[in-house]
């Protein structure tokens, strides 16, 4: 019935019906009046009388259904405070960015949406403390070793010895250029696929660009211009 069941309006469902048999005795109008609070706009009498209708039709026992019920409730004010806390981060993490002038570099360019540009921040740090490139991309774990166990004897695979978060948002941000036409990032994956390079390894040379590209933003006071081309980032260490 909900997209997403952590929303405001499916917590509130579940904290006043925290179970198949208290919805099914729950009348309409009441559970109308639960969405009215929380999502007027998205949710009316037929949703309340759809889930009445499933609540009736619930195969389940009634084994336990108020320890059950108890359990969700508690689980639902723990989401809920577990949310609040995370709003009250990411405010604060604006404010940091908003102040940082470096992260505003960073802003501009259009593959890094706001939790990148925060990732990368907090995890590159003071970036002058890296003296050549290579020092940034094993930084983040994405050098290259050879790897000399049974199973991978004598093939070339990525360290991942460093940030693993720095890893994570760099796949998601190369992952999202891949669908944007006028990125250089994309249109930088699709040459090397065209070339005969595997996808996978396609995405990692992309994420390695992005690291690059960052470094430099944060390095220097040079504002980030796609239309340069991403060669122009390579000279800077």
């Known amino acids: 019935m909900f997209a997403d069941p952590c929303r405001a309006t499916a917590l509130a469902l579940l904290k006043h019906y ?14 109308v009046v639960v969405f009215h ?21 619930n195969s389940s026992s009634g084994v336990a259904t108020k320890a059950r019920s108890t359990s969700l409730m508690i689980l639902c004010d723990q ?15 604006d404010k940091l960015l908003d102040a940082d002038d470096a992260a505003k570099r960073l802003n501009r360019v259009p593959e890094f949406g706001h939790k ?5 921040r907090a995890e590159l740090g003071d970036v002058m403390r890296f003296q050549r490139i ?21 093939q070339a695979k990525l360290s991942k010895r ?15 250029s891949i669908h944007l036409p006028l990125s250089p990032f994309g249109a930088y994956y699709h040459r090397l696929v065209a070339r005969g390079l595997k996808a996978s390894q396609a995405l990692i040379a992309v994420m390695r660009e992005m690291l690059i590209v960052a470094s430099h933003v944060l390095r220097t006071e040079e504002p980030y211009d796609p239309a340069k081309g991403l060669d122009i980032f390579y000279g800077f260490f």
């Open 18 to 31: 925290p179970s198949a048999q208290a919805l099914a005795a729950a009348s309409v109008e009441d559970i």
């Open 37 to 57: 609070e929380h999502a007027p706009r998205n949710y009316g009498r037929p949703t309340a009388e759809q889930l009445v209708q499933l609540a009736q039709h």
């Open 79 to 93: 989401l809920e405070h577990t949310q609040a806390n995370l709003a009250q981060l990411e405010a604060e993490i």
């Open 116 to 120: 990148t540009v925060a990732v990368l």
């Open 134 to 154: 290579d020092q940034v991309v094993a930084y983040a774990g994405l050098d290259l070793e050879v790897k000399e166990s049974d199973k991978w004897k004598g």
């Open 162 to 176: 460093g940030s693993g978060r720095l890893r994570c948002i760099l796949y998601l941000a190369a992952v999202r």
